[in-house]
């Protein structure tokens, strides 16, 4: 009985846009279930349960009717929770993805067993982010049926190991989903996610800059104005390592001296918390390395269906080779 979720065969094109903290919301997800791809977003870019449940119903909604309409199948979508002291408001955000069935729940900081029961009682399925082995092994014993490797050069809280050295290691200890997340902004670098082992890509930055998504116009420009080398890994804004834009950080005034450092990590009080990191995040724009193909915004449409060509004509181009081998 094969281990791989369900849905992987039904999608457009092998591929989740990720949840990513104050850009992604109800309009961004309908828009990617809608062309074939899983549309996820975080449970606290709502500030309140209650707006967040709103949330939850507007997307259930907003699906059923395009299929009803269509006779299209939309593709599931997903909602990220924080699993860790610091958010108060995990138990209830729980009770809101469990009263309504949401289809995938993507956990963070934290993998517990319980929680991925009460999300299986109903027949959801739960993915959980990782950076190296360890994190694996300890997800895997929860019961999770999927890890998403988040590899270097990734946006946000990005890990620092090799895709290919992850994937590997991940692999020797986990056979059921594979997700690879960190600098996969193309066609191409989907079908060489699937080609170092991953069952989907796990794509942020590229959806930062669609018409959809919440990100504002001189946060898409400065993505499109940046490279590789733009993007520089820190604690210093949080106090937990993450890849942020270069002049984001020089425009406030965290120079290449402050950003060196390592920051301690303190969280205080928890509420206090999670108020410092949305004010951080807000003026301080984080991206991956990807960036250094991104040089548009595009609709979400019309973004999935050139991802969708690139990674054809990829995988047409490597069966090609094994004429040559």
């Not at 993505?223 to 210093?236: C, Q």
């Not at 609709?299 to 269906?305: C, K, N």
Request: aromatic share 6%; with cysteine.
């Amino acid at each position: 009985m094969s281990q791989k979720a369900n849905f992987i065969s039904d999608l457009n094109i092998p591929v989740v846009a990720a949840p990513m903290f104050l850009i992604s919301g109800p309009k961004l997800v309908i828009e990617c279930c809608k062309n074939g791809i899983v549309g996820t977003f975080p449970a606290l870019n709502h500030r309140s349960t209650e707006g967040f449940e709103s949330w939850v119903i507007e997307i259930k909604e907003t699906l059923a009717k395009f299929e009803e309409e269509t006779g299209k199948k939309a593709a599931p979508f997903g909602v990220n929770l924080i699993v860790h002291h610091t958010n108060p408001r995990l138990k209830a955000d729980l009770e809101i993805c469990v009263k309504h069935q949401v289809p995938l729940i993507i956990t963070s900081l934290g993998a517990i067993s319980d929680l991925v029961d009460e999300v299986h009682s109903y027949g959801g399925l739960v993915f959980h982010d990782i950076i190296k082995k360890r994190h694996a092994e300890k997800a895997a014993a929860a019961g999770v049926d999927g890890l998403i490797l988040v590899s270097a050069g990734a946006g946000g809280h990005a890990g620092t190991i090799n895709p290919m050295s992850l994937v590997a290691e991940v692999k020797s200890v986990f056979d059921k989903t594979i997700l690879l997340s960190g600098c996969i902004s193309n066609g191409r670098d989907i079908a060489s996610a699937l080609q170092m082992g991953a069952d989907l890509a796990y794509m942020g930055t590229r959806f930062i800059n669609t018409t959809e998504s919440k990100a504002d116009d001189d946060y898409q420009k400065m993505i499109i104005d940046s490279g590789s080398s733009d993007i520089i890994y820190t604690a210093a804004v949080s106090g937990v390592s993450a890849n942020f834009l270069r002049s984001s950080l020089e425009s406030i005034g965290i120079t290449e001296e402050l950003w060196s450092k390592k920051a301690k990590v303190d969280f205080g009080k928890e509420l206090d918390a999670q108020k410092a990191e949305a004010k951080a995040w807000k003026t301080l724009w984080s991206a991956g390395q990807g960036v250094s193909t991104i040089r548009d915004v595009l609709p979400v449409e019309e973004l999935v269906q050139r991802l969708k060509s690139e990674f054809i004509a990829a995988l047409q181009e490597q069966a090609k080779r094994l004429e040559q081998y």
